[in-house]
């Protein structure tokens, strides 16, 4: 009972000392602590004499642990801020601690705790103790406000307090609060105070009372600075007042304040809203002048504004003047103009926008280079894509797998394989891993142009590269590779075929007289055997197959005239059924005495079969049992496409003996 008569007797002591705005400290040392609600931190908790709970007794273990008595504002501080602070169950009774702390006697807290606990009830949006916190120090100031002069942290923590305030829009209470620090300080709030005043009620609408505060400003004689015009022009453009804006611009030159890159981009948004383009163009030039640097912000709102309203060529002019005088700003992401030139189709300007640009040091971005290459191959022009890839990599400017193929299929498409598969090299010594599609567009390249041996180059990397799955893929793309050559043999040889016994070309073809020949073809084909002696030559490996179903017409002729000249010269009848049931995985690399010594030596041949996945093992074929082996015509045509005139003769001529 002593006790509870000693704690009674200070708390009214306290009582009447304090003021009576000021909310009722805690009388107790040992206060009950229930559990917070789940919803909210900020009620305080309730104050009992007798309740004491399994929680309580927790509690007062710890502060009894951790903080004992008689403690400075410096233990308290590091209480709160390393015990408490990061306890799981205590922390949110923190401003309890700190009014407990101030019922006794031998302790008085200083800026130091009250600094910490305002800004860990402002982080915590914890208004209510906040304000109850902020009174308290009012009527408690710190021990360094003994003297003559005020304590110089008493300004920063209120200005924490109501920058907290006006961040969430709690505008009355910052008021009040402002009210409250300034018969705290000695002198005049700052600038800053203001500022953060002005711009809490401009952030939420209030312009007339932003204006109330800027007219108490100039009264209460605190010089505003460049940041407190820049809030109030922002404040007249949002409001459609850009004539007021102007002369808030004038006055602040008047006084003496140097306007900085802000309000010169708030003046060209202001501008360029009112569609005055050519006076916002004419303030960014006036920036030029008075040495302003410019930002990117200045050149996204110059860009931006005169590409809405359809004046990309102006922008690209301006881009360009402001990259010759050198204040483009470094990093500054063109992508934009780009985008909107290439949607317009006027790809061309962009590329001599960034070629410009490029070379006075202004790199454009990825984004902007992808965009540039996809509306250059929309238009075609596959060269220029072509040499801004190639830039682009040597500058380090990767693409992505996607441009990339892109690229390399335009020109694979144009017939320029070999600068693709050069491009690829060169993407993959810059980080760029070629992928499944970059492989397979350089090898249907490479079978257009009937360049076999560079395809074969490309097919090999990609099977110890793991592109390539199974044996049946690997034939296909070497079919393609083989029946590019032969197709491109083929049709030199049968070119002579259509020449007048001059040598001349004929104008025309006697369709008449060719559907005589194959009917007569066709009658010579019911007298011939079964099977006839055949030969053929290392690595030619026949494919059966319905690939030559899949030719063009012109195809299927110019292959029935191959045969027709074997007729010619050998006198053989030769069938066109067969031909049209072949086709050839791999062209012959041996030439045409090569090929002649493979008829005469009878070397083995490998076949494929329909739907095989594996190679027939390859024997010998001796030359008595030729006869029941392969149709002539399959032979022949082989050795016809894939080498030259004089084997398929030859082979025709022994056939016949």
């Known amino acids: 009972m002593g006790l509870k008569n000693k704690v009674l007797k200070l708390n009214s002591r ?64 590091h209480f709160l801020k390393s015990k408490l602070h990061h306890h799981p169950s205590f922390t949110h009774y923190d401003f309890h601690i700190f009014h407990w702390a101030s019922t006794i006697d031998s302790f008085r807290h200083d800026h130091s705790t009250f600094e910490w606990m305002a800004r860990t009830l402002a982080i915590t949006h914890r208004f209510l103790d906040l304000t109850s916190l902020l009174q308290f120090m009012a009527s408690n100031p710190c021990p360094c406000s003994d003297g003559i002069f005020s304590c110089s942290r008493t300004e920063p923590i209120f200005r924490f307090s109501i920058n907290a305030y006006c961040r969430v829009g709690k505008l009355d209470d910052a008021v009040v609060a402002f009210e409250c620090m300034k018969k705290l300080i000695d002198g005049r709030p700052s600038v800053a105070l203001y500022n953060i005043l002005i711009h809490g009620f401009v952030k939420c609408g209030e312009h007339c009372k932003a204006l109330q505060v800027y007219d108490k400003m100039i009264k209460d004689r605190v010089k505003p600075d460049v940041y407190t015009f820049n809030i109030l022009i922002s404040s007249y453009c949002r409001n459609k007042r850009f004539g007021l804006a102007l002369e808030l611009f004038k006055e602040m030159r008047e006084k003496g304040c140097s306007p900085n890159v802000v309000s ?239 040598g001349n070309d004929q104008k025309e073809v006697d369709i008449e007289g060719f559907k005589l020949a194959l009917s007569h073809v066709d009658s010579q084909m019911k007298s011939l055997p079964t099977t006839a002696p055949v030969a053929t030559f290392n690595r030619a490996h026949i494919f059966p197959g319905a690939l030559t179903a899949r030719f063009s017409l012109k195809r299927r002729v110019l292959g029935v005239l191959e045969v027709l000249a074997v007729i010619r010269i050998s006198s053989f009848p030769v069938s066109t059924t067969d031909l049209n049931t072949v086709t050839y995985r791999e062209t012959c690399r041996c030439g045409d005495a090569l090929a002649s010594k493979a008829i005469h030596s009878m070397e083995p041949m490998r076949i494929l079969g329909p739907g095989s996945s594996t190679l027939l093992p390859q024997r010998p074929i001796p030359p008595s049992q030729t006869a029941q082996s392969y149709s002539v015509t399959t032979a022949t045509s082989a050795v016809l496409r894939h080498c030259s005139w004089t084997p398929a003769c030859f082979l025709a001529q022994n056939v016949q003996q």
């Not at 559990?35 to 929680?55: R, V």
């Open 264 to 502: 010169f981009n708030t003046l060209i948004r202001g501008f360029f809203r009112e569609r005055k383009f050519d006076e916002g163009i004419a303030m960014a030039y006036e920036m030029v002048e008075l040495g302003c640097e410019f930002s990117r912000v200045t050149c996204e709102i110059l860009v931006d504004g005169l590409c809405r309203d359809g004046r990309d060529s102006e922008a690209c002019e301006l881009l360009i003047d402001f990259s010759r005088r050198g204040v483009l700003p470094d990093g500054y992401d063109y992508y934009g103009l780009m985008e909107v030139l290439c949607g317009k189709g006027n790809a061309g300007r962009a590329l001599e926008v960034v070629d410009e640009l490029w070379r006075k040091g202004n790199v454009p971005s990825l984004i902007a280079c992808t965009t540039l290459i996809e509306g250059l191959r929309r238009l075609g022009r596959i060269d220029e894509a072509f040499r801004l890839t190639e830039r682009m990599l040597r500058g380090s400017l990767v693409p992505d797998s996607v441009t990339f193929n892109c690229v390399l299929q335009g020109l694979c498409d144009v017939g320029r394989t070999v600068e693709a598969n050069r491009l690829r090299l060169l993407a993959s010594s810059k980080g760029l891993d070629s992928d499944g599609m970059a492989y397979g567009i350089l090898v249907s390249g490479y079978t257009r142009e009937g360049k076999q041996k560079d395809g074969e180059v490309v097919v090999d990397e990609m099977l110890d590269r793991g592109f390539i799955p199974n044996i049946t893929t690997y034939n296909r793309l070497m079919d393609g590779l083989a029946n590019a050559r032969s197709s491109v043999r083929h049709q030199a040889n049968v070119i002579d075929l259509l020449k007048d016994p001059l």
């Open 14 to 77: 306290k009582a009447l000392q304090s003021s009576t705005s000021t909310p009722p400290l805690s009388p107790i040392p040992y206060p009950s602590l229930p559990q917070p609600p789940l919803t909210s931190l900020t009620p305080l908790p309730t104050l009992t004499l007798s309740h004491h709970n399994h929680h309580h007794h927790h509690l007062l273990h710890f502060l009894n642990t951790h903080l004992t008595q008689p403690f400075t504002p410096t233990h308290l501080l």
